[in-house]
Each structure stands twice: as structure tokens, then as C-alpha cells.
């Protein structure tokens, strides 16, 4: 199944947890928890919403919050009972898409620099993430100390630290493989 069709998951998920989330709500939650492994943009949270509720997954309450009108939604049994089957499910291999994968693996069409700065950038980008998933990992058990989910976040966590830390020692292995060849080509661009 592509990502687009597991996003009613995602979504239900969230309401499970949060009852009552707007999508607003629901885009600030994921966007605090799952964004670094599952993100979903306001403009596929809506639409998942109506779709939701249509098949009585879910039910919409229109209602006025801080002057504004605003819709909040909370999980059916229904909607219950299709997350908890979905979980049940064996899980697909991802296919991620990297930009920068994409690029290095074309790097014989740019200069050795060119290939050096993306990587760089990366591995940067990386690091700046690893650090805020370590953060994380600190502050979850001071925050939801007696939360049934804390260990299941603190594994996705994990999980998102080591893939960090793979793709720095990636980089790093990636950057010297670039430097030699830049040395043997005596390449100056």
C-alpha cells in the first residue's frame, strides 16, 4: 500500500491518543511525534478527515475555540477497531526517497566539490536532528513518566537515532571516498 492510503492510520492513530484533535491539532502533534519517521501536510490531513468520517471511522464536531470555528474529531469504535486491525498487519518495506542519494548517485555528471558540498549539508542536517532526537529522549520520560506509550515512543525514538548516526558515519566514509578520488583525479572544481 502507498503512503498516501496508510495515512488514515497515521491519522486515526493520532485521534486514539488525542480525542477531540482538530487537524490543526493533530498536524501540531504529529509534527512534535512522528514527523522525523511519518509526516503528513495539512493539505493530506483534511482530506483523510473527510474521508475518515464518511466511512464513520471517525465523528467531526463543529465547535467555536478561541474565536475561531473550529472542527474537532474524536476516533469511532469502528475507526478503533480498522486501526487496531491495521496493526495487526505485517509491515511493508519502506521506499524512501533521498534527494541527496539521488544526486550522489548521479555525482559522476558534477564536480567532486559539488558532491562534497551535498554531503556536507547532509551530514550537517543530520547531526542537528540527532541532537533534538537525543533531546527527546531525555525529556519523554520526564514529561509522560506513567504514559503506557512511553515506551513504544522511546523505541521510534531510538530507532531515529541510530538511523541518524548510521547516516553520519555514512557521510563521513562518503567524504573520504571523495577526497581520495578528488586526490587521484588531482581535481581542483
Not at 515512543?153 to 555514512?170: D, P, Y
Request: proline content about 3%; overall charge positive; glycine content about 6%.
Amino acid at each position: 500500500m502507498a503512503k498516501a492510503n496508510k495515512s488514515r492510520y497515521a491519522v486515526l492513530g493520532i485521534l486514539a491518543n488525542a480525542p477531540g484533535s482538530s487537524g490543526y491539532d493533530i498536524r501540531s502533534i504529529m509534527k512534535g511525534s512522528t514527523d522525523y519517521f511519518w509526516q503528513e501536510t495539512f493539505s493530506s490531513i483534511y482530506p483523510v478527515l473527510d474521508a475518515l468520517e464518511k466511512e464513520n471511522l471517525i465523528t467531526g464536531v463543529q465547535g467555536a475555540s478561541s474565536g475561531r470555528n473550529r472542527k474537532a474529531y474524536n476516533i469511532t469504535k469502528k475507526g478503533l477497531k480498522a486501526l487496531q486491525s491495521w496493526l495487526m498487519e505485517d509491515v511493508e518495506l519502506e521506499q524512501g526517497r533521498n534527494e541527496m542519494l539521488l544526486k550522489i548517485f548521479f555525482g559522476e555528471l558534477n564536480s567532486i566539490s559539488s558532491n562534497i558540498k551535498h554531503i556536507e549539508t547532509y551530514k550537517s542536517q543530520i547531526s542537528a536532528r540527532k541532537l533534538v532526537l537525543e533531546q527527546t529522549r531525555l525529556n519523554l520520560p520526564k514529561k509522560y513518566p506513567k504514559d503506557a506509550g512511553l515506551p513504544f515512543w522511546l523505541m521510534t525514538v531510538e530507532f531515529g537515532i541510530c538511523r541518524m548516526q548510521a547516516s553520519i558515519e555514512w557521510s563521513e566514509y562518503a567524504l573520504e571516498k571523495l577526497a581520495k578520488i578528488k586526490k587521484q583525479k588531482g581535481v581542483k572544481k
